[in-house]
């Protein structure tokens, strides 16, 4: 008998469980080639379907993992598998100001980078000024999350 039951994966961030479920970070092959945004918009959406199962709260109030996921974000420190894949996705997702996220999706992100912002502004300056140099996605980016309430 074939077992059709999509089996749990685990992952972990530094001490952040996440469960994924085999084939949720599936990307359409179809649409590889046919359009460049598209495929960022699937990936967007692909990635920020993981992060949905990330406890956000566990890894915002853990000063150890924060410090660690900065130092990553920033190249000044190691990164686990699943950080690096972040850390690709986040040029994507400022650019996009997050337009192809979901409102909860958009929740999850604001109420992340208000905690950076307000417990690590340093670190919040540093990130943005990383991903954004120029500076010219960060107010539609933050005005498209704002729109989530």
């Known amino acids: 008998m074939i077992n059709t039951r999509p089996r749990k994966l685990v992952r972990c961030i530094r001490g952040v469980s ?3 479920a085999k084939g949720d970070d599936a990307v359409n ?3 590889k ?3 460049s945004h598209l495929v960022n918009r699937e990936e967007i959406q ?3 379907s993981m992060m949905e199962k990330i406890n956000i709260d566990q890894m915002l ?3 150890r993992l924060m410090s660690n996921n900065v130092k990553c974000f920033l190249n ?3 990164c686990t ?3 690096r894949e972040m850390k690709k996705m986040v040029p994507m997702l400022v650019k996009d100001s997050c337009s192809s996220c979901t409102k909860e999706q958009k929740i999850m992100m604001k109420k992340a980078m208000d905690a950076v912002k307000a417990r690590r502004p340093n670190d919040y300056e540093k990130l943005s000024k990383f991903f954004d140099p120029e500076g010219k996605y ?3 980016f933050l005005e498209n999350l704002n729109e989530s309430k």
């Open 18 to 20: 996440i469960s994924v």
């Open 29 to 31: 092959a179809e649409n």
């Open 33 to 35: 080639d046919d359009d």
């Open 46 to 48: 692909r990635y920020m």
């Open 61 to 63: 109030n853990n000063t």
């Open 76 to 78: 000044e420190g190691p």
């Open 81 to 83: 598998a699943h950080l």
């Open 138 to 140: 960060e107010k539609k």
